[in-house]
């Protein structure tokens, strides 16, 4: 007998689209500025939005964190820790997020701090270099985190992130000595396949690189909000 094939990848990504224009209109309706934190696990994402939520709390925003994991509420609670108003998901084996789980976060957030009051949303997407940019989730800006033990060559073998990506962070430059990661190398691939997305090399956990991306950070908060 024939297989017969059924294509549900197109009607997912296609609801998918419709919640995220609604999440967009929503975060609009009270000037949030989100951010889909992406990269491989361990990364740093947690650390870097750890990090960046201080600096933009002392130029007085408050920031909140929707947490992706596949299970635990481990970085929710470091977040939580840290001050902000954090929602854990558990994807329960799904590899990314999708706009009716971010839905859900964003009415528990509305419900617990009131949308109203939370200028930045940083969203820590699962840690996964290749599903996640097929999913919406009406962001503002895509940050992708790349640390410097993955090395040089991920550009390359996972282009379509690195594209998608509006920021491209570079992490844990600190231990840059241990590694042989080649910068011009790294340079050289983002130049071809994402020369218009900034770049920043920093250090979440010693800091170094935070204030540049910070500021300009900053500025696309400012921006968007004008
Ligand atoms: N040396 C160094 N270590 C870092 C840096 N940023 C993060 N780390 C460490 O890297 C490990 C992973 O950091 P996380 O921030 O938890 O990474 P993550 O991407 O959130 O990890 P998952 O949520 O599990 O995917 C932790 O042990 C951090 O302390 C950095 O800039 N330098
Ligand atoms: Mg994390
Ligand atoms: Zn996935």
Known sequence: MAEKTVDIATPILSRNERLADELRRRFAETGTYVINVLSSPGSGKTSTILATNERLRAAGLTCAV??????????????????MPSIQINTGGLCHLEGNMIREAVDALDAGVGMDKIDVIFIENVGNLVCPVDFDLGENLSAMILSVPEGDDKPVKYPGIFQHAGVNLLNKVDVAPAFDFDLDAYTATLD???????????????????????SWLLEQISAARA
Request: net charge negative; aromatic share 4%.
């Open 66 to 83: 929707i947490e992706g994991d596949i299970a635990s509420d481990v970085d929710a609670q470091a977040c939580k820790e840290a001050g």
């Open 192 to 214: 071809n396949l994402n020369p218009e997305a900034p770049r920043f090399q920093v250090s979440a956990t010693k800091g170094t690189g935070m204030d540049a991306w910070c």
